[in-house]
């Protein structure tokens, strides 16, 4: 379930606290995916993605016998990634945030290929991108967490440091912002037809 820890990651986080180099590193495996996505969101290209993730490796490496609570691992690690990314970006300004147009989704693939249909979906997926470039970096991280899975509601406003109602509300808003987005796309190519 999101957000529980099985007692084998629980073990693992143990033995890492311990200096266990083996569990850190499937611990770090294990979550890599949505912590680069979250560092991501935050830096808001892939520029100096892997600078960063590197950092938070080194950082988690280093620190992960400071972890109290070894059931808020996944917690902690988020705000140890969300800090380097932060700190990082404020050491190295981008011109402005999106702006590199690296930041590309793609589609699923698909057992039967219909050219007409990847067009469809690409053009979707640059647009999806496109409104997720152009949120606000507050909305935009709150997404890039929350479809992460990897975290509950309460270890994704603890990361953000706003109060559970602040981080739903930023949620809704990053969707709804999206939707119209896209939406007012699809309804402009229309009249311009």
């Known amino acids: ?70 059931s808020s691992f996944r917690a902690w690690v988020a705000t140890v990634a969300r800090r380097e990314a932060l700190n990082y970006r404020h050491r190295r300004p981008m011109p402005s945030a999106w702006s590199d147009g690296s930041a590309t989704l793609s589609p699923p693939d698909r057992h039967v290929y219909d050219p007409a249909e990847d067009v469809e979906k690409k053009e979707l997926y640059a647009r999806m991108a496109e409104a997720i470039r152009g949120l606000p970096e507050k909305y935009r991280e709150v997404l890039v967490l929350a479809h992460s899975g990897e975290l509950t509601y309460a270890q994704m406003a603890e990361v ?10 930023r949620l809704v808003r990053a969707r709804r912002m999206i939707r119209d987005r896209i939406a007012g796309t699809s309804e402009q190519r229309i009249y311009e037809r």
């Open 1 to 70: 379930m999101k957000g529980d820890l099985t007692q084998n990651e629980l073990a693992l986080i143990e033995a890492a606290r311990e200096g266990g180099r083996e569990a850190i590193q499937t611990l770090l495996r294990r979550h890599w995916p949505w912590l680069k996505g979250l560092v991501y969101g935050i830096l808001g290209s892939t520029r100096d993605l892997d600078d960063v993730m590197q950092e938070v490796c080194l950082r988690v490496i280093t620190r992960i016998r400071t972890l109290r609570e070894p």
């Open 160 to 169: 953000l440091n706003v109060p559970i109602t602040t981080m739903q509300i």
